[in-house]
Structures are given as structure tokens and as C-alpha cells.
């Protein structure tokens, strides 16, 4: 099960951290392809990040702020506000 729990259900974090990577990448304008072709993701896996189903990798968190030009602060800060803004 991808990045559900037993029920199904997706975490709070996993649906924060999709918002942070959607609100960053429309930030910079960029489609989920083009930051999947920066990233070196598939442009499926970026919108399920996005949509909170999958619990991402540090690896690929990673390559998501290569992919976004971002720092890995700047992801945990919008992060952080998406959990307090999201809860």
C-alpha cells in the first residue's frame, strides 16, 4: 500500500508535503512534467507526491529540490506551514 495506512488513508504529512511541491513548482511556474524531467522522476510520481500518495524517499525528496532549485530548507519551511495551515 504505496503510502496508505492499513485503512487507506494518506498521512497529514504526506498531503503537506504535496502541497509544499505544488505550491513551490507553481512558485516557479513549471509543469509537473518539467519538474519530473529536472527531478529526474516520472511526471506520474510527481503528481502522486503532490497528492499525498506516496511516502517520498529522501532520495527523492532530494531530487525534488534539485528538480524545484530550491534549498531542502525552503521545502521543510513551506512544509511546515502546509502541516500548521493543513491540521
Known amino acids: 500500500m504505496h ?4 485503512c487507506g488513508a494518506v498521512s497529514p504529512q504526506q498531503r503537506a508535503l504535496g502541497r509544499a511541491v505544488r505550491e513551490l513548482r507553481g512558485r516557479r511556474g513549471i509543469s509537473q512534467e518539467e519538474l519530473g524531467f529536472r527531478s529526474r522522476l516520472h511526471r506520474n510520481y510527481v503528481g ?40
Open 48 to 87: 502522486a507526491v503532490e497528492r499525498g500518495e506516496i511516502n517520498a524517499t529522501w532520495r527523492t525528496v532530494h531530487r525534488l529540490t534539485i528538480g524545484l532549485r530550491v534549498p531542502l530548507g525552503e521545502l521543510v519551511a513551506v512544509y511546515e506551514r502546509q502541516m500548521h495551515d493543513g491540521a
Open 3 to 6: 503510502g496508505k495506512d492499513m
